[in-house]
């Protein structure tokens, strides 16, 4: 069964929309959270990252991220996507118990001008 | 330049050969990670170095996939009798220990794309 849900698999916006994409957890317990973003043709880079604290981050270009523990769910968002912003999106959830970040299967996002 | 370094970028192969691949973390970082990722999916984890030691092996590795870190340096990923399912990106990610290792989160590489014909 799928650990990590991302439940966008392709989102088509024009520059300015808002963007929220999901991404929802199954693990119990302690864990930390990502997203990492991959432009066309360029490997996965880190867009920002939850471990404690303030449910609000922020990471780069714009992009925020709120974990809310009820839901089990870390929602990325950014109010006003450009045309750059076009790449596939992918939360990851490591568990503290485990080794290895798990992936969710990833969302396409095509922002066009 | 992401630190992570992997080579070939590309490999076209024959079912049934053996393919190797290789990959060079950044220097400092002891763990180093191999995924795979195919069409439509996210990252799927394949197996995990501390230094040299292989501590976790995903149920995705069959016995035709093998894994090394002889110096806990580089590392290398050898497909035996490869198979047409076995096409995809292959994915090698490193970090650093611990806490530090996770609030960083993890280097990756930019993948050896493998096509079996």
């Given amino acids: 069964a799928q650990s990590v849900s991302q439940h966008n698999h392709h989102v088509i916006l024009s520059e300015a929309a808002s963007l929220e994409l999901g991404c929802n957890y199954s693990y119990g317990g302690t864990v930390n959270l990502f997203w990492y973003v991959q432009y066309p043709g360029q490997h996965l880079q880190l867009l920002l990252k939850y471990f404690s604290g303030d449910p609000l981050v922020k990471g780069i270009k714009g992009f925020e991220a709120e974990f809310i523990k009820s839901k089990f769910s870390f929602n990325l968002r950014k109010p006003s996507v450009q045309w750059s912003d076009t790449a596939e999106y992918f939360c990851a959830v490591f568990r503290n118990s485990g080794y290895a970040l798990n992936f969710g299967k990833g969302t396409s996002l095509l922002v066009t001008p | 330049d992401t630190g992570v370094s992997q080579n070939p970028r590309h490999k076209i192969t024959k079912r049934g050969q053996n393919v190797t691949f290789r990959c060079d973390p950044i220097s400092e970082h002891n763990r180093l990670y191999w995924y795979r990722q195919t069409l439509g999916q996210g990252p799927e984890f394949l197996t995990y170095f501390q230094n040299e030691a292989q501590l976790e092996k995903s149920r995705l590795l069959s016995d035709r996939f093998s894994a090394e870190r002889p110096k806990g340096s580089f590392s290398t990923l050898e497909i035996q009798r490869t198979e047409q399912g076995d ?15 996770r609030s960083k989160g993890y280097t990756f590489g930019s993948g050896t794309r493998l096509t079996v014909v």
Wanted: proline share 0%.
């Fill in chain 2, 87 to 101: 096409s995809a990106m292959y994915l090698c990610a490193s970090s650093l220990g611990g806490k530090q290792g």
